[in-house]
């Protein structure tokens, strides 16, 4: 893949002598585009004001200022896209869904509105063991066809990478059957599906009252499963008062490391179980939620870089009133990702430009780093930071232009969407085919 580096590109005289009239070195260039490249150097959201930024293959061959092209734009590549003016950012990564999932919880919020508290409802059975019920009845195309309105609408609004966990499933049949989903929608539509398997979700009423009974199941049955059928890029478990303790957390933890699979961990976020500095020592590429995390394990998080993914649609659909402690993230340097969590039960959410908004307002973030949440960081949750997140020479060309005057509208606007085209891999997706489905 030929790569042009920042070297080659501060000296574009000889460049220009290097690209002959019939010498187009790129598949396409993009110009009259404002760049909001969210690198951490120099200007805030990376800017470049009048941009450019060309293609070869899947990835991002140059990333520059327009003056500083090697030459005329028709010279340089096969196809130029003119951007009308438009703001470029990259494109857009949800790195924690629970999208894929069968029927819906609405009787649950009706009885939350009437009073009921979430852990209430996941005491009487209700909660994630209810959408576990409707997720094994349904047949393996039903589940398809439930999820693929939902990821549609991320893509709508630029997601061009997207992070699914199994966990209603809950026995290795349909723990597999949720992955298999994933990974189908990912091979249909225009995105890049990262699967993390999230066997110790909940207990399953076969095994109520014996979680160390379930554990031993997750863990010699269907970590080895996932890890075998390449299903799994990750595991995650969920570490609380209603799910699993820190202890059986670990046991996880240590299958997982026998397969060679990264972690994660729903972490703090109902009450203070110290997950978190569990995850950390097992080297856990994100915590999320972590409303309830303590300024100790948020210093062992910056220690051992692990990301921040912070949840505001759960928050919101919740009613939570304490907040993650955004200030000590921001002072110990812990990187802060923003996702969906799109679920049935605490988060029925499928914008995520929606949580760039919420971070702000619930969370106050800033616009650029709301935005740098659900890029740069999001990529760094997945252990994807050196292949995408950023407009980076050499990593993969999925981007985003949006008409937008300023990158802060993008958390500023509720429930609109400004996206004019978005682009993955080095090709622009067809929007229209999300209205009508895949083939
Ligand atoms: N935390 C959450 O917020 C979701 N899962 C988790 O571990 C909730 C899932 C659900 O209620 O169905
Ligand atoms: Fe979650």
Redesign the pocket.
């Known amino acids: 893949m030929p790569v042009i580096s920042g070297r080659l590109r501060a000296t574009p005289s000889r460049l220009s002598r290097a690209f002959a009239m019939t010498d187009r070195r790129w598949d396409s260039l993009w110009i009259n585009i404002r760049l909001a490249t969210m690198d951490s150097t120099g200007a805030a959201y990376g800017a470049i004001d009048d941009g450019a930024l060309a293609v070869v293959g899947n990835r991002i061959a140059w990333v520059g200022a327009r003056a500083d092209l090697p030459g005329l734009p028709a010279t340089c590549a096969a196809h130029v896209h003119d951007g009308g003016g438009r703001w470029v950012t990259p494109g857009l990564i949800d790195c924690h869904t629970?999208i894929v999932y069968g029927g819906d919880r609405a009787k649950e919020f009706e009885l939350r509105l009437q009073g009921a508290s979430y852990e209430e409802i996941s005491r009487a059975g209700g909660?994630?063991v209810a959408?576990v019920t409707a997720t094994r009845l349904a047949a393996e195309q039903s589940l398809y066809d439930q999820s693929l309105p939902r990821v549609c609408a991320l893509l709508r609004e630029g997601v061009t990478t997207l992070e699914i966990k199994s966990g209603y499933g809950l026995n290795t049949e349909n723990e597999l059957k949720i992955l298999r989903v994933a990974r189908r929608l990912g091979q249909a539509l225009p995105v890049d599906v990262v699967t993390t398997f999230l066997g110790a979700?909940a207990v399953p009423i076969e095994f109520a009252g014996r979680p160390d009974a379930y554990i031993d199941t997750v863990c010699t049955e269907m970590i080895p499963a996932a890890a075998a059928l390449g299903l799994a890029d990750a595991v995650d478990a969920?570490c609380e008062r209603i799910a699993f303790t820190p202890e059986q957390t670990e046991r996880v933890f240590q299958a997982a490391r026998r397969h060679g699979l990264a972690v994660k961990l729903?972490a703090e976020?109902l009450s203070n179980r110290n997950g978190t500095a569990l995850a950390v020592r097992y080297g856990a590429l994100s915590c999320d939620h972590l409303e309830y995390v303590d300024e100790a394990d948020v210093g062992a998080m910056a220690e051992g870089g692990t990301v921040a993914v912070l949840l505001p649609g759960?928050f919101y659909f919740l009613r939570e009133t304490k907040r993650p402690p955004i200030d000590w993230f921001r002072r110990h340097g812990v990187a802060m990702a923003l996702a969906t969590?799109c679920?049935?039960?605490?988060?029925p959410v499928t914008s995520l430009l929606l949580m760039l908004n919420m971070a702000c307002t619930l969370f106050h973030l800033t616009p650029e780093e709301a935005l740098a949440g659900v890029t740069r960081h999001a990529a760094a949750a997945l252990g994807l930071a050196h292949d995408r997140g950023t407009l980076t020479v050499g990593k993969r060309a999925d981007f985003v232009l949006w008409s937008i005057g300023q990158p802060a509208e993008l958390a500023y606007r509720i429930a609109f969407n400004p996206l004019a085209r978005s682009v993955r891999a080095g090709h622009p997706i067809d929007l229209a085919m999300l209205e009508t489905g895949p083939r």
């Open positions: 629970h909660g994630i959408t979700h969920f729903h976020q759960a969590d679920n049935p039960g605490s988060s």
